[in-house]
């Protein structure tokens, strides 16, 4: 059993719902949203902002809008680093995972 763990679900557009979000001792953001460049983008760079060290993005692969908006917070967040995922060759969807270096 896990007691320190809390989990905030928002129901809601993330560009909009995220703006609002005030969470200290983010730990882990995991990004499944939406698949346009502008959506993903602003979903990396609230997790940014809320302090996330472990950011997980979903659809990278398979959305090349997605591959694009990592690429972008990379190039703007160079305190972020890629991470590398070991199943990513066997994965479809390809989940990027970036770390707070």
């Not at 346009?36 to 979903?58: F, K, N, Y």
């Not at 590398?84 to 066997?90: C, S």
């Amino acid at each position: 059993m896990q007691t320190n763990v809390r989990v905030v679900l928002t129901l809601g557009d993330t560009k909009q719902t995220l703006q609002a979000l005030d969470i200290r001792g983010l730990d882990f953001a995991w990004i499944d949203g939406g698949h346009d460049e502008v959506t993903a983008l602003s979903d990396i760079q609230h997790a940014i902002r809320l302090g996330s060290p472990l950011i997980a993005i979903d659809d990278a692969r398979a959305m090349p809008e997605v591959a694009c908006a990592i690429d972008c917070a990379l190039h703007a967040h160079p305190e972020y680093v890629r991470l590398a995922n070991p199943f990513y060759a066997h994965d479809a969807r390809g989940i990027i995972f970036l770390r707070r270096q």
